[in-house]
């Protein structure tokens, strides 16, 4: 599956695709404050994504029939919601300003609920196998220099797994 049909796999890609530069061996230490705040303002943007995609699957067609599938994706929705406030009021600790509008989102257009739900959750798979390396990236970059945000980050990634976990248990019930 590529980004070219999976929105929600594409808007996860383009975050990680802006944060990369700060992420290289290379970047300037200088600029290090700058790419903290922008690192995990992408991680925010991607949460707030996350939180948007799976609300709207706990409240499409299938999600309202199938209530163990509309309750599977508003925990998940929960989950992606938690996050989005760790991560936020770490980047307001960190000086930053969190962005809870934030742009180059398209996912949240043109994805129809109605249609092949087993295709959307396969969409989710791949996105959240996406995230569960952009945390990994992230907390290999913060590792001791920044132990509070590692922590964070280690908590998330292991939701993050388990969420692409729960996604291939529904993929196969
Ligand atoms: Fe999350
Ligand atoms: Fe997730």
């Not at 257009?109 to 959240?128: M, P």
């Amino acid at each position: 599956m590529t980004g070219q049909d999976n929105l929600f796999l594409r808007d996860v890609a383009a975050m990680r695709s802006h944060a990369q530069a700060y992420l290289e061996p290379d970047a300037i230490a200088s600029a290090r404050p700058q790419a903290t705040i922008a690192l995990l303002q992408a991680a925010l943007t991607i949460e707030i994504l996350c939180v948007w995609r799976y609300t709207m699957m706990s409240v499409s067609a299938r999600g309202l029939r199938d209530q163990q599938v509309g309750f599977e994706f508003q925990e998940q929705a929960n989950d992606e919601r938690k996050h989005t406030r760790m991560v936020a009021e770490r980047i307001t600790e960190l000086g930053g300003m969190p962005d809870f509008q934030p742009k180059g989102l398209e996912s949240r257009f043109g994805a129809d609920y109605s249609g092949d739900f087993d295709r959307l959750v396969a969409q989710n798979l791949v996105a959240e196998q996406s995230v569960v390396e952009y945390y990994t990236d992230l907390i290999h970059y913060f590792g001791s220099s920044d132990p509070l945000t590692t922590a964070m980050l280690t908590t998330i990634l292991q939701d993050e797994e388990d969420h692409a976990t729960d996604m291939q248990d529904l993929l196969a019930s």
